[in-house]
């Protein structure tokens, strides 16, 4: 289970080394670096390597596991930072070994002249949302009770909201593993053989368009596309209570029989 108090003071505890970081990672039961948690990293590293902007997108790609509770390195290349956006180029690494690639687009938020939103529906009755302990949240989750397999929504809250920062951060953490739970709740995965996982996520992209107020919380809308030939594919949005558009991501994955 993934410890928001944890992550806020390793994120603090982040040390700057030569164009980059130095990192912690919390130890999995598979050995692996999830993920999710490396997205959460990498929306901290970027904002500090450029503090007068906020990270707009990610487009990542998970190339090894590493290995978790190990500490790893974050290097950062700047491609551009201007007066509206920074273009970043950041590997996430463990000594040679590069773990992950993302490239990331910050930006300085304007006014607006066109507010265009397209979320469908806005939530309905979410008092009476199922219950769930959902993965690397800090909290439980709810599930809307008319999810399908065509629709998978997942409302998250917290009790207390985090800095701006931090709250995008944690909707890249949660972004991340959407799209295979989306898989999961509606087919039958073969189970796993000891130390390893059914699947993974191996692309991931996320558009932070709003702020999130996490204490009224924010709905995954997840929807898997494709799943075949050993691959997954999907897509889904974050809207707020009252049904704006928060965020979008995708997701590409594997799907792994058991040995």
């Avoid at 998970?62 to 007066?83: H, M, P």
């Avoid at 463990?94 to 529906?121: K, W």
């Avoid at 107020?213 to 924010?218: I, R, S, T």
């Avoid at 596309?225 to 897509?235: K, M, N, P, S, T």
Wanted: with cysteine; net charge negative.
């Amino acid at each position: 289970m993934f410890d928001l108090v944890e992550a806020i003071e390793i994120s603090q505890r982040v040390r700057p080394m030569n164009g980059g970081f130095e990192c912690e990672t919390l130890k999995t039961p598979h050995g692996g670096i999830f993920g999710a948690y490396q997205l959460f990293q990498i929306v901290i590293a970027s904002e500090m390597a450029v503090p007068d902007k906020r990270v707009f997108s990610i487009q990542t790609v998970f190339a090894n596991g590493g290995v978790s509770g190990d500490a790893a390195q974050i290097s950062i290349e700047t491609l551009q930072n201007g007066r509206s956006f920074a273009f970043l180029s950041v590997t996430f690494r463990q000594a040679t070994t590069i773990i992950s690639r993302h490239e990331v687009m910050l930006t300085v938020d304007e006014s607006d002249f066109l507010h265009h939103r397209n979320a469908g529906n806005p939530p309905v009755d979410l008092d009476s949302w199922e219950e769930l302990q959902s993965g690397l949240w800090p909290r439980p989750a709810h599930r809307d009770p008319n999810s399908n397999i065509d629709q998978l929504s997942i409302h998250y809250q917290l009790d207390v909201q985090p800095d701006p920062m931090i709250t995008r951060a944690l909707l890249a953490l949660v972004s991340e593993p959407a799209i295979m739970a989306a898989i999961n709740t509606y087919h039958e995965i073969p189970a796993s053989s000891p130390g390893r996982v059914p699947g993974n996520v191996l692309a991931q992209s996320i558009t932070l368009l709003e702020p999130a107020d996490l204490v009224k919380g924010v709905i995954l809308r997840s929807t898997a596309q494709y799943a075949g030939q050993g691959r997954v594919h999907g897509h889904g949005n974050m809207v707020n209570a009252e049904g704006n558009l928060i965020a979008t991501y995708s997701t590409t994955g594997v799907l792994r029989q058991p040995r």
